[in-house]
């Protein structure tokens, strides 16, 4: 057993003044370093998704309008994307890409765990962006191991307060890779179908999401599995402090969703990659003690590499 972890100061985005807090990937690979949960040379460090990986989930339509956002007026992408598309952004992005694969090859390997400190931009569908989300690297890092024949079914568990709406519709038709969502039902974005769709209402706290959260694991693997691959979107914003949530989890309920992934992966014997995807906490402290434990968690199981 092993966990992989992958990072690089490239994935900062320049989002300028925005709701995302664009630092908070370089502010949790610090907090793990100062908590001596890992040294700096634990990260590994990703390069950039090519433009071939990309085209596993996207129209080259949809990359060509990319480039001219970063390339002409990186500001008229915000009626797309909302947030703006400069040429760093875009790098960034791919960087993040690239650590979602690199983690998902390593983890397959290793039959372990793979953390990207980044990623999970579950939003982003086949042929547009949206919800700050640009490149759907879920998706791609499991369709580049399906291609390299590491694994041939993937589940993917998403739990970020918002629906994952860009990979269900690049999955709607794809029998090798399914999606249980759990989310907040009375918020952003309009929901898509996918194998298993949890829309809690508002408020809920960490009992009913758990509770739910874990049924609907049994049922997804029950009805849909074996699976090769477990793909956790740990979005931190069903937090109850959340600016874009109205979720209401603490940070015991994190804990326990985190503990429910590792459980399930190991029950199954398959290996688990986690991406990060939101998270708006009044204070950013908070979703970065969210993300952090999570490594801590993964690393008090599944050890370091
Ligand atoms: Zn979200």
Known sequence: MALFLAYDP???????E???????????????????VVGERDFLKPDPATDEQLL???????????????????MAALHEL?????PETLVAKRFMTGGSILVTEKAIEAKGCGVNIGGGFHHAEADRGGGFCFLNDIVISIRVAQKKGFIRRALVIDTDVHQGNG????VLDDTTIRLLDI?????????????????????????????????????VIGEHGPFDLIHYVAGADPWKDDKLGGLKLSMDGFRARDRLLIVTA????????????????????????????MVEEMIAVYGKK
């Open 10 to 16: 490239g994935y900062t985005l320049n989002f300028s």
């Open 18 to 36: 925005h709701v995302f807090p664009v630092r908070k990937y370089e502010l949790i690979a610090a907090e793990l370093i100062k908590r001596g």
């Open 56 to 74: 596993l989930a996207h129209t080259p339509e949809f990359l060509e309008r990319l480039r001219r956002y970063a390339g002409t007026n990186p």
């Open 82 to 86: 909302e947030a703006p598309c400069y």
């Open 167 to 170: 990979t269900a519709s690049i």
């Open 183 to 219: 989310h907040q039902r009375d918020n952003y974005p309009t929901k898509v179908p996918a194998e298993l769709n949890i829309g809690l209402e508002d408020g809920c706290g960490d009992r009913e999401y758990i509770e739910g959260l874990k049924a609907g694991i049994e049922k």
């Open 266 to 293: 190991k029950k199954l014997s398959v290996p688990l990659i986690v991406t990060l995807a939101g998270g708006y906490a009044q204070r950013t402290a908070d979703t970065v003690n969210i993300h952090a434990q």
